[in-house]
């Protein structure tokens, strides 16, 4: 049982803009800087967000990432077909002495 | 150009282990650390465990404490994953990623997995 909690799905037309959230505790996000990852369908899982907010290069700056407190949020403005797949967030968690992701959010694009 | 290639599929009998390699090239392997990471079948993401490739560090989800090694032969640039006393649940494909860390409170901690390699199916099946 993951320690940090997504919403199971999410989706919009193209264009739009779709949020999703990443909610944690002291020990990990709020303590820790946050990642987000995505998993198109049968693929390995690929580095979107680092350090909360930062963008690994070749990721386009339709993605974005926040922080406050214990939570976390990754934005995709402009919705693609392409941006269909599951997302996870991720941290260290002190508590834990481990790294754990988010139980995952499938975005579809209707 | 970095990657990350690891072994081919296994298939494992229940109390068996497992041992899946995965080799580097196209960075300085002793920059980074290397973790590995499950994904059961229709299931997520879930961590067991890293090592710095600097010094040798490691740490693991404590689900998998004393079940699961991650060793790496910096001659080679490979990193491995073992996993004992295998069990049908442990039926999963298995990625490993390179991995940034940081120190803090005098330890290595990972940090972000920025290259993945292409993941190795583990069936665990009498």
């Known amino acids: 049982q993951s320690v940090l909690t997504q919403p199971p799905s999410a989706s919009g037309t193209p264009g739009q803009r779709v949020t999703i959230s990443c909610s944690g505790s002291?020990?990990?996000?709020?303590?820790?800087?946050v990642n987000w990852y995505q998993q198109l369908p049968g693929m390995a899982p690929k580095l979107l967000i680092y350090?909360?907010?930062q963008r690994p290069s070749g990721v386009p700056d339709r993605f974005s990432g926040s922080k406050s407190g214990t939570s976390a949020s990754l934005a995709i403005s402009g919705l693609q077909s392409e941006d269909e797949a599951d997302y996870y967030c991720?941290?260290?968690?002190?508590?834990?002495?481990?790294?754990?992701f988010g139980t995952g959010t499938k975005v579809t694009v209707l | 150009q970095v990657h990350l290639v690891q072994s081919g599929a296994e298939v494992k009998k229940p109390g068996a282990s497992v041992k899946v390699s995965c080799k580097a090239s196209?960075?300085?392997?002793?920059?980074?650390?290397i973790s590995w990471v499950r994904q059961a079948p229709g299931q997520g993401l879930e961590w067991l465990g890293w090592?710095?490739?600097?010094?040798?560090?490691?740490d693991y989800a404590q689900k998998f404490q004393g079940r699961v090694t991650v060793t790496t032969d910096t001659s080679t640039s490979t990193a491995y994953m073992e996993l004992r006393s295998l069990r049908s649940d442990d039926t999963a494909v298995y990625f490993c990623?390179?991995?940034?860390?940081?120190?803090?409170?005098?330890?290595?901690?990972?940090?972000?997995?920025?290259?993945w390699g292409q993941g190795t199916m583990v069936t665990i099946s009498s």
């Open positions: 990623g390179r991995t940034r860390y940081y120190y803090g409170l005098g330890r290595p901690s990972p940090d972000a997995f920025d290259i």
């Open positions: 196209g960075y300085t392997f002793t920059n980074y650390g």
């Open positions: 090592i710095s490739a600097f010094n040798g560090h490691t």
């Open positions: 002291s020990s990990n996000i709020e303590s820790n800087t």
């Open positions: 350090s909360n907010n």
């Open positions: 991720a941290a260290w968690d002190d508590s834990l002495n481990g790294y754990v």
